[in-house]
């Protein structure tokens, strides 16, 4: 069953394409009842994934988009970390620390980073950045330890655009940021503050659930502000990466929210303005934890994201991997109820018929009901 990746799809991550490579291939890419070219699959690919726009939470203040909280309806987090970056305290706590955890979770999130700080960290910046975080302003000073609204339009105007100079030049790029979050939230809900913002092309992004790690150094404290917190569909949480306490936190809320079923965002991918939606997210984390061994949270992962994706290319494709998986498991009769879902979207594909019975039916005997 072992196939080649296509080469278009080399730019994958590694435990994805080790994934595929297992036999796991792209269901989509051959199946004539989709696409007749390969060209086309690749745009059917490229629309799902990315650039709409997504149900969200937000204000127009001065002509800004003021941010307040992705889709209430999803189960979507999106992790945000401030005033970074940082070297490390020698005991595990700091920028480094943090991401060190998010890589061996498959977590990225979004890093609002000081200008100040960036020009004395430029290789954690460009760490954050190859890491496939995202990035944000967050002033050049920490808008001189008072906030935004307490300065003249001129002094507004020097903190946003020396942040984001400083953050470009220690990232080595000359693309503009979109992401700005108000140092203290002053000035997130001022016209003023926000028109600066609108003219420098700034997202404005404000949160939903507040831990005060900064007051407190206390994990335990961290970790139950987000887990009970009423806002956590389409949420997003303020942490520290520079305070005690904080990478033990998100360890455990990592933990405790991927048991309830959320997944972890970026805030562009919460905002459908990147070029990768939460939906591709899912699927590298179900590839990634198949790739782990935990097989059975892998079906899941894929069944939750076929379920979400509907009538779609990639919902197809995630069916697929978990019948696949469920036969490797030896799971026939749930092999079988994933098997005749595919069928029922498919049934005049020769495609989808052939990899089945390639594969080996799962059951020999009267098709299951659907799941």
């Known amino acids: 069953m072992a196939q080649t990746v296509p080469e278009d799809r080399l730019d994958l991550e590694p435990e994805l394409v080790a994934f595929l490579e297992k036999g796991h291939s792209f269901l989509y890419r051959m199946s004539p009842a989709l696409s007749a070219t390969a060209a086309e699959n690749e745009l059917k690919w490229r629309e799902l994934l990315g650039g709409e726009e997504r149900d969200i939470v937000k204000r127009e203040i001065g002509g800004a988009t003021v941010v307040l909280r992705g889709d209430p309806q999803s189960r979507e987090v999106a992790l945000t970390f401030d005033d970074g970056p940082c070297g490390s305290d020698g005991r595990g706590n700091g920028t480094a620390a943090m991401l060190d955890l998010l890589k061996k979770e498959r977590v990225r999130g979004t890093f609002f980073l000081i200008g100040d700080c960036a020009m004395a960290y430029p290789g954690l910046v460009r760490r954050i950045a190859a890491e496939g975080h995202a990035i944000g302003n967050h002033t050049k000073s920490h808008a001189r330890m008072k906030g935004l609204e307490h300065l003249s339009d001129a002094a507004i105007a020097e903190e946003v655009e020396a942040g984001e100079n400083q953050i470009l030049y220690a990232l080595g790029t000359d693309e503009p940021l979109t992401l700005f979050r108000c140092p203290y939230g002053s000035g997130a809900k001022s016209a003023r503050v926000n028109s600066i913002l609108a003219a420098n092309g700034f997202y404005n992004v404000f949160w939903t659930i507040d831990t005060q790690d900064w007051k ?7 970790t139950r ?12 949480v303020l942490m520290h990466d520079r305070v005690p306490g904080s990478v033990t936190a998100t360890k455990k809320v990592i933990d405790s929210l991927r048991q309830r079923g959320y997944r972890f965002v970026t805030v562009p991918q919460l905002l459908g303005v990147d070029n990768e939606s939460s939906a591709r997210v899912a699927y590298r984390e179900a590839a990634g934890l198949y790739m782990s061994g935990d097989k059975g949270r892998a079906i899941a992962q894929f069944l939750q994201l076929a379920s979400t994706t509907g009538e779609s290319v990639l919902a197809d494709d995630a069916l697929h991997h978990a019948w696949l998986i469920a036969m490797e498991l030896g799971e026939s009769e749930r092999a079988a109820k994933i098997r005749d879902i595919i069928v029922s979207r498919h049934p005049r594909s020769l495609y989808v018929a052939r990899q089945l019975r390639l594969a080996g039916p799962a059951s020999e005997s009267e098709p299951a009901k659907g799941e």
């Not at 407190?216 to 961290?222: A, D, F, G, L």
């Not at 502000?225 to 997003?236: D, E, H, T, Y």
């Open 216 to 222: 407190t150094h206390n994990s335990n404290t961290t």
């Open 225 to 236: 502000r987000v887990l009970q917190s009423p806002n956590l569909s389409g949420g997003i």
